[in-house]
């Protein structure tokens, strides 16, 4: 077995270099961006993995700010040149569709939002939006979410927690929560654990053998298909109605948009998937930045204070609470520019393209590299400073060149329900509780932000 696998090896790295080099003289009359491709199969993914930040600074002082690699299993041109970077994301028409990996693709689903594109795309998001839409939020998102984040902070005085923990445990069971009510404390913590499983596999190597994460995530998403099955029909046995987003997207036959099951489900992906990290990690990142700078979190405090005092102790937030909220979501935005919350989006090409004066074959990827926007002195002065006053001015946050949440036709659906999943959960924390940090906090950046050892927090009473 050894044998043959190390055989195996050796052949699929020969014929990769055989297709390198095919491919070099394939191209070698049209000016392909300048860089390198690094080794058969593996290409230069180690170091950019590894080095992130670093390799794109690197190979940009050699290559300039337009450059082709080999990543991920794929020829890549990543582009770090803001201008060509909003053209990508502006004009999907033209043969720049999403190019996530196989492996996410095999996970969260053929139907996807993230896998389709044209027409298929546009009903898939319509179907969405009027899940986590501005009108949704207002009329049934927010008193549960508001309800939900009243409970999960509800018993933290006195303890010391680890702030990265449990906003992954909020991000994820906040939108489960909507997704499936009745059922949720049966089977949420199974959701949960076999949903991280198809979260990790959805970034490795697509290998379906068993003992691989990509294998273990493939097991996972049949079990969460099983799972939402056995839902479906004893809801349908039972004859009861449900008011929750996998009610909704059952029985919508009467909406214009009818989804197939399989469709149903992959939409529950996405929901999931999109919304978790990123809600996770800006919540975490928030209260780190406000631990670290005093007088945001004052002015912070102070804003959400004036609603309390407006309200009986139990009375939710509602929508116009949530508008007024004008500082927490400058902290919001402040805390995802400054933390890069996504460091840049996938495209790959549908036909040979011309970028910039290069050659961009058909098939290959682009890496809309997005991260080093966040730091540019001219859009944001002392860019590595903490300075959520900077959007205070509103024009900032709809600038061309702001693209925390995306541009063009792919523009976070969702950007409204994670501002008002964090701000609720800021809303709750910093009017019962202060906190301290206990111990070292090391955070890695790159390819996600994460604090491998959490971010431990004292928690008491305000
Ligand atoms: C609050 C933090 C969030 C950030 C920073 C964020 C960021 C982004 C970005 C940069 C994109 C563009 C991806 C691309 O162009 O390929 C995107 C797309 C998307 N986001 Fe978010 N997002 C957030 C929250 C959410 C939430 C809470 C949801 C809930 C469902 C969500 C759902 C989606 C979906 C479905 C897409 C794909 C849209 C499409 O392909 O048309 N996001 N998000």
Redesign the pocket.
Known sequence: MTVLVFWGLILAFCISFALLKWSDLKYRRKRLPPGTMGWPIFGETVDFLKYGPDFMKKKRAKFGSVFKTHILGCPTVISLNQELNRYV?MNEGKGLV?G?PKSMLDVMGKTN??AVHGSA?KF??GS?LT??GPEAIRDQLLPEIDKFMRNFINNWDGKTIDIQEKAIEM?FYA?FRQIIKAEYDLVCKAFKAEFDKAATASLSLPINIPGTNYYEGLQARKKIHKLLKQIMEKRSASGKTHDDMFAELIGNEKSRYHLSEEQIFDQIF???????E??S??SMMAIKFLHDHPKALQELREEHLVIRERKKPEEPIDWNDYKSMSFTRAV?LET?RLAT??N????KTTQDLELNGFFIPKGWRIY?F?RDINYDPLLYPKPFTFNPWRWMDKSLESHSYC?????????????E???V??STFLHYFVTKYRWEEVGEVEIIKFPRVEVPNGLHVRVSKH
């Not at 996405?270 to 978790?276: C, F, M, Q, R, V």
């Open positions: 994301l999403p996530y939002i993230a795309h898939i998001r969405l899940l986590i991000a939108a996405a929901i999931l998937y999109s919304g978790y990123t809600v990690v800006t919001i995802s919350v996504v840049g989006v996938l495209r809309v997005t693209f925390l949440f995306g541009a063009g036709g792919r523009l976070c659906p969702g950007k329900l994670g501002m999943k964090v």
